[in-house]
């Protein structure tokens, strides 16, 4: 198999094997699971990937992505219609819960807790990123809606672990109501 259709190969395998550890859970999922999910022969894993722990860091990272993707393609899409899009996001985190609880098996493991924080931090670090879009789209500065954005991501990773709306839509309220204020600003600016 030349390298580019390998390269591509192991990309579809770390989604299939992604979908397979969220499924069964971190640590009840084997190679031999994994196999079976990809339709390979048992061993047939390590021509793809030298250990397990290259596989679960990759389908962990793949995770983040999902969950980024998901979250701020639905905020940044919708964010002409605050109310719609802040309303979206509790279907969006019960969609993206079983991912996030992949990820924090992994992020508490000991096996793999201390390797997964680059990617944690590569993803803090684009948070700025997505808050200067949201200002930018709002017309406020980046310092108006940090807070709001912020509140919003705590609140979405807090129910996707906990699945508890009790928690989350008071902090979902609070972040609406704010957006939705800087927003009002920014119509009113524009009339005047």
Avoid: W
Wanted: net charge neutral; aromatic share 8%; hydrophobic share 40%.
């Amino acid at each position: 198999m030349n390298i580019s259709k390998k390269a591509e190969r192991k990309k579809k395998l770390i989604h299939i094997f992604l979908d397979c550890f969220v499924q069964n859970g971190l640590t009840a999922t084997t190679t031999k699971d994994l196999c079976k999910a990809g339709k390979l022969q048992n061993g047939g894993i390590y021509y793809y990937f030298d250990t397990k722990e290259e596989i679960v860091l990759a389908c962990a990272e793949e995770g983040i992505h999902r969950i980024e993707q998901g979250a701020f393609g639905i905020a940044l899409k919708d964010l002409e219609d605050i109310a719609n899009m802040m309303d979206h996001l509790g279907s969006l985190a019960d969609q993206l819960s079983p991912t996030m609880r992949f990820l924090v098996s992994v992020c508490v493991s000991k096996q793999y807790g201390e390797q997964i924080k680059p990617y944690l931090v590569q993803l803090s670090r684009r948070y700025p990123h997505y808050t200067n879009q949201i200002a930018e789209i709002l017309g406020c500065t980046k310092e108006e809606v940090e807070p709001f954005v912020h509140l919003s991501i705590l609140a979405l990773n807090n129910y996707m672990i906990f699945q508890e709306r009790a928690l989350f839509m008071p902090q979902i309220e609070a972040a609406k109501k704010g957006l939705m204020q800087l927003a009002g600003q920014r119509g009113k600016d524009k009339s005047e």
